[in-house]
């Protein structure tokens, strides 16, 4: 087995891939990024992995954007069975994949690749990943909540914002430092689902009156990745929150964010991104195995492991 920081280099795909061959279990499936070294993943699914027999290994490798291409090819010719991608290469992959789901079509990335008789199909589970979570954290379904998506137009937002219109949100509203963006976005959901999706700023009026419609409120920006790092809501508009609301926040690293820190002072319910890193990375499993996932093995191997 690996060590549990241990990272590759997209060379190690090159040639023979001896490096990968020789590991004890040897590895079949990855996570590719840039950085790559803090991801949660490996320990998650290393631990369905042993929870279900299978003898594999899970590893973290550093592609860099220009290596992308060659790295995706490479996973066929090195025997591994997927991998996951995280940033930068969600949105890239697209281009270099032979198949690729309606869903990730939609949401404009992938975050799950499996190669199945030498093909490379891309999936992305991080729609699906966040409507379990929202399920296991709230206890409702997205279907019944109007939705502000701060950061709605981009990324992990995207995908959410795709996510919450597949599954029949009444209000949808996306709030990006670009409206331009997020009218781009609303103006795709109209045309390809038939879903109307509003686009603001994030000018504090607007947050205002967005967070006084809304019952789920979603952080899809970088903002508490950082120790430090200010809420998305700008102190103005933190009294709109109110105890009726939900807040959650993707980010899963770093302790309580400020944001979920605004969420607890108003009475809130909330939760962070643990919880849809851990259906995400179910899902993808369950795409490579065709079986359930062990879920609260891969619980508990993140809870250790955050």
């Known amino acids: ?57 899970y ?15 490479n996973l066929a010719k090195a025997d591994f069975l997927g991998a996951n991608l995280t940033i930068p290469h969600k949105q890239a992959a697209l281009t270099f994949l032979d198949e690729v789901s309606r869903e990730a079509r939609l949401m404009g990335a992938i975050n799950t690749v499996a190669v199945r008789d030498g093909k490379l199909h891309g999936f992305n589970t991080d729609g699906p990943g966040f409507a379990a979570a929202i399920r296991e954290e709230f206890g409702t379904d997205l279907g019944s909540l109007r939705v502000l998506i701060l950061g709605g137009a981009g990324g992990a937002g995207r995908a959410i914002t795709v996510q919450c219109a597949l599954e029949g949100s009444p209000s949808m509203i996306v709030a990006n430092r670009s409206p331009e963006k997020g009218e781009a976005l609303a103006g795709e959901m109209k045309r390809d689902l038939g879903k109307e999706v509003s ?55 770093g302790g309580t964010t400020a944001l979920l820190k605004q969420a607890s002072k108003a009475g809130a319910k909330s ?21 359930p996932a062990p879920l609260e093995t891969m619980r508990a191997a993140l809870k250790q492991a955050s």
């Open 59 to 73: 590893v973290r490798i550093r592609v860099a954007p220009e290596e992308l291409p060659h790295a995706l090819v």
């Open 199 to 253: 686009s603001i700023s994030l000018d504090p009026a607007a947050l205002l009156k967005a967070v006084a419609s809304s019952d789920l409120i979603i952080n899809a920006t970088p903002l508490g990745m950082k120790t430090g790092d200010p809420s998305p809501l700008p102190e103005a508009v933190e009294n709109a929150l109110t105890e009726r609301h939900m807040v959650y926040d993707t980010i899963y690293s």
């Open 271 to 291: 939760a962070s991104g643990l919880s849809m890193l851990l259906h995400q990375g179910a899902k993808a499993f369950e795409i490579w195995f065709g079986k």
């Open 1 to 57: 087995m690996s060590g549990p920081t241990e990272v590759f280099s997209a060379a190690d795909l090159a040639g023979d891939c001896e490096v990968f061959r020789r590991m004890s279990p040897p590895a079949r499936l990855c996570i590719f990024g840039d950085p790559v070294a803090h991801s949660a993943s490996p320990p998650m699914q290393n631990a369905a992995l042993r929870e279900h027999g299978l003898p594999f290994q």
